[in-house]
């Protein structure tokens, strides 16, 4: 019902948001500087965060229309605001689960699935963002309406088959006189795994930091579209382009090492073939470019749609057959990765409001920390990990209602403008 009850309160905060605005009436700021549509903002925000961290979702498609809604912020800024609240809450997540694997517990996050992911998907995004000015709003809504739509209901599928065969496990475990197996499906270990489970990978991480500075450096070098960088470029020019271009080859190229790296003989038993060891699919070799593919599309319908691509990538990690638990670490890793390197940039290119930004951060690390500690919890007494997949349908649902109630008001306004309603130029 958790969701009954946000969409509610952001219907009745709009409805009080908009006739405050009508009557002319200030709203004045407490001693603190929060005025009641931040308070609001912040009690929805952190709403939002605690349902987005069970799934390891970043929650943007959620906090853009909670902040321009109710918030009153234009698109530009709630973007801005959004980066760091995804932020905030993905460094709760992926805390929680660095910390939650102690006691020879495995690891959950899977540093190799995110090191062959990372690259394509912040190159993805990075062109999603080009297709998001070219294309007009009425066809972004209805991509975003279509695909996300398909994903919830798959998602919800899976959701109730995995809800099945915990249910079948259940009755087996009661026919047969045990109820140990399926009770800690979130913490439990063989003793084969602890060895390669518990040990911490820091040659991956070490890589993905490398990854993260790579397109960093890139991105500050280029600028954002307004032609705001560390060096003087123009703006769409043909130094612009090509600096854009240069991500293409450094996502080939860090693939091809880690490719490399995997097939080393010191490094065989990583690329083992798929078997279901404590709940965790192993990945065939000749599986591995799967997970750069759907990290391209999954960022570049991130891009178009403006809400980057953890949402769109979970559900397609569940399709595969990846564990819910793995899934959700794995996600809020790489939505850490990729949120925080937009954060950093709005850092470094002079962005205003910081304390609120940072503040609005504050409150989703600690949603983010509660929302999980509950679904943990849940998990560890019911023995139910397709709470997480509930979790992930959950928000994609919401943000379906959010972000297209938002998106019909916008191509309303630009109809009724008279603003061009086709393809744009992307400069």
Request: with cysteine.
């Amino acid at each position: 019902m958790k969701h009954t009850l946000f969409l509610k309160c952001l219907f009745l905060l709009t409805i009080l948001s908009s006739t405050s605005s009508k009557s002319g009436v200030e709203t004045s700021n407490t001693v603190e500087g929060i005025g009641i549509r931040s308070a609001a903002v912040a009690a929805l925000s952190s709403l939002a965060a605690a349902i987005s961290s069970a799934g390891g979702v970043g929650g943007g498609g959620l906090f853009i229309p909670i902040l321009t809604i109710v918030g009153g912020h234009d698109v530009k800024t709630a973007s801005t605001y959004s980066a760091f609240m995804v932020t905030g809450g993905s460094v709760a997540n992926v805390a929680a689960y660095t910390l939650w694997r102690s006691g020879g517990a495995r690891r959950l996050i899977d540093c190799e699935m995110a090191l062959l992911c990372q690259p394509w998907l912040l190159l993805g995004v990075s062109c999603g963002v080009v297709l998001n000015v070219v294309f007009p709003e009425w066809l972004i809504m209805l991509m975003f309406v279509v695909f996300v739509a398909g994903c919830t209901f798959k998602t919800c599928r899976s959701g109730a088959a995995c809800w099945r065969l915990e249910s079948r496990g259940f009755r087996e475990e009661t026919k047969n006189g045990t109820g140990e197996s399926t009770k800690m499906p979130l913490l439990r270990a063989t003793a084969d795994q602890v060895e390669d489970e518990v040990r911490t990978p820091w040659v991956s991480i070490g890589m993905l930091v490398l990854i993260w500075f790579s397109f960093f450096a890139l991105y500050l070098l280029r600028g954002n579209h307004y032609g705001h960088g560390i060096i003087e470029i123009e703006a769409c020019g043909t130094g612009y382009w090509i600096i854009s271009s240069m991500q293409i080859p450094l996502a080939i190229f860090f693939t091809s090492w880690i490719l490399f790296r995997r097939k080393s003989p010191t490094n065989s038993t990583i690329a083992s073939t798929q078997q279901e060891n404590g709940g965790r699919t192993r990945r065939r070799p000749s599986s591995e470019l799967v997970f750069p593919i759907m990290a391209l599309l999954a960022g570049l319908l991130g891009g178009v749609f403006g809400i980057g691509g953890g949402m769109l990538i979970s559900p397609i990690l569940l399709q595969m057959g990846i564990e819910p638990q793995v899934t959700a670490a794995t996600c809020s890793f790489m939505v850490l990765v990729s949120s925080s390197m937009s954060a950093l940039q709005y850092l470094l290119l002079g962005m205003k409001q910081i304390y609120a930004a940072l503040t609005y951060a504050a409150v989703c690390f600690v949603a983010s920390l509660v929302g999980l500690t509950v679904i943990r919890k849940a998990i560890l007494r019911h023995g139910r990990p397709s709470i997480i997949v509930f979790s992930v349908a959950t928000v994609m649902a919401l943000s379906i209602v959010l972000m297209t109630s938002f998106g019909a008001i916008d191509v309303w306004r630009s109809y009724t403008t008279g603003q061009n309603m086709g393809f744009k130029n992307p400069c």
